[in-house]
């Protein structure tokens, strides 16, 4: 059993950067994918990031080039660094694991 928390999200003016985190306890070892949603209002829910533990990401072409995905091991969390933010990056943001673990989510909302 893992369980999920994601954090970091906010207001901001486009342009500008969030760093959006997802801390992950219980059976983190067997943790080997996690990816980053994020659902818009009104809107279906997206995959946009992921990591494998090998290292291998892949991220969607509406994010590609401004965000990234990455893992600190020791603090057993994952991370999706935001830049550029758009408002048409307003979404709330969600981890997820193979095991189909989800967090509550985290809310970004990015004004003009």
């Known amino acids: 059993q893992v369980q999920l928390v994601e954090s970091g999200g906010g207001s901001v003016q486009a342009g500008e950067s969030l760093t959006l985190s997802c801390a992950a306890s219980?059976?983190?070892?067997?943790?080997?994918?996690m990816h980053w949603h994020r659902q818009a209002p009104g809107m279906g829910r997206k995959l946009i990031a992921g990591?494998?533990?090998?290292?291998?990401?892949m991220y969607s072409d509406a994010v590609k080039g401004r965000f990234t995905i990455f893992r600190d091991s020791a603090k057993n969390t994952w991370y999706l660094q935001t830049n550029n933010l758009q408002p048409n990056d307003t979404a709330i943001y969600y981890c997820?694991?193979?095991?189909?673990?989800w967090g509550r989510g985290t809310q970004v909302t990015v004004s003009s």
């Open positions: 990591l494998i533990n090998d290292g291998s990401t």
């Open positions: 997820n694991d193979q095991y189909d673990s």
């Open positions: 219980g059976m983190v070892d067997l943790i080997q994918t």
